[in-house]
């Protein structure tokens, strides 16, 4: 089953796929008015077929499931949250261990906290 997980921002949004267990950031994606059409486009392009998204606490939940409502009012696939505590922070831990170029960090992190969430589901 070809899985997509999203790691959910306001400002920016990390995109995974897992495709035959194989777990891969895709891109960030900002979060603005063309944001749910990026998703449906990368939906398509690795015909995914179960989506998962990190979901924190407080505010953030809040909007996180405002988000999630959009999402599903366009592509009827079916969609779950999972915890995303410290995704971020275990994301940082492999940007640095790959020794990646800081230069990169912003726009590679929130797709490997993405690619953390799904190493979450498949475990």
Known sequence: MNLLAIDFGTKRIGLAVSIQDIITPVETINNDSQTLTKIKEVIGQYQIEKIYVGLSEGK????????IKKLQDMVELPTETVEEAVSTIEAQEIFLANKNKKKNYKKSIDSIAAAVILRRVNN
């Open 60 to 67: 953030m939940a809040e909007l996180t499931k405002k988000f």
